[in-house]
């Protein structure tokens, strides 16, 4: 069925490492495909999104582009600080409103 | 003013208890969910409303019952709770034909 996998944490990195955290998707369709941040102790906020085929979403200096070829939204930044600390989510649309979010990430950035 | 807005954000409760969720949004969105968040921070939809309409109802049990008056608003009151019900539950709420979701700020539930 259509279901999204991420790796698996925990990601720990030093301050001013590369971080890239993998996500692929499995879908019937096109769907549109999400980054979310979770911060310690809060709820989930939308990090950037792509809708179609090639489209990259940028925030706060993450990046992922949409990749139909190999059905991955893979997230990455190329300088990472220790405020990036977090728990990040890839998600996709399905049929009816619907989201399917993956397992999470954890990331530790340590000083 | 938060968007989505959910209360109480902490609610420590004895087993066997029946507690609300309150959650509102001011979004205009037509659609509202529900989600819960177990320790490992796996997350899992439980109900989704479109328009007041119960549209997803996942393998929940029987005990989680979902209310909305109206399209703004989505509460959640579990009865007789257990102590597996520990946990963070999200509402959040999408526009029906958008494409993004947002959550409230979560309401952590403990049963001792």
């Known amino acids: 069925g259509d279901s999204v996998t991420q790796m698996e944490g925990p990601v720990t990195l030093s301050e001013e490492a590369f971080l890239t955290i993998n996500c692929t998707y499995t879908?019937?369709?096109?769907?549109?495909l999400f980054w979310y941040v979770q911060y310690p102790g809060e709820g989930l906020q939308l990090l950037l999104k792509a809708t179609k085929a090639d489209d990259k979403g940028s925030n706060k200096g993450f990046e992922a582009t949409y990749r139909k070829e190999t059905t991955s939204f893979h997230l990455e930044k190329g300088s990472v600080q220790v405020s990036d600390s977090a728990v990040y989510f890839c998600a996709r649309t399905h049929t009816g409103n619907q989201f399917y979010f993956g397992t999470g990430t954890s990331l530790t950035v340590i000083p | 003013d938060t968007a989505v807005s959910q209360t109480p954000k902490y609610l420590v409760t004895q087993m066997g208890n029946d507690k609300s969720i309150k959650c509102e949004q001011n979004l205009g969105h037509d659609t509202m969910y529900w989600y819960k968040q177990d320790s490992k921070k796996f997350l899992k939809i439980m109900f989704s409303y479109n328009n007041k309409e119960l549209i997803i109802n996942e393998t929940v049990p029987n005990r989680f019952s979902p209310k909305s008056p109206d399209k703004a608003h989505l509460n959640l009151h579990i009865n007789s709770l257990e102590l597996g019900d520990s946990a963070v539950y999200f509402c959040?709420?999408?526009?029906?034909?958008?494409?993004?979701?947002?959550f409230g700020e979560g309401s952590w539930l403990t049963v001792v």
């Open positions: 959040a709420s999408s526009p029906s034909r958008g494409n993004t979701i947002y």
């Open positions: 879908a019937t369709g096109y769907p549109s």
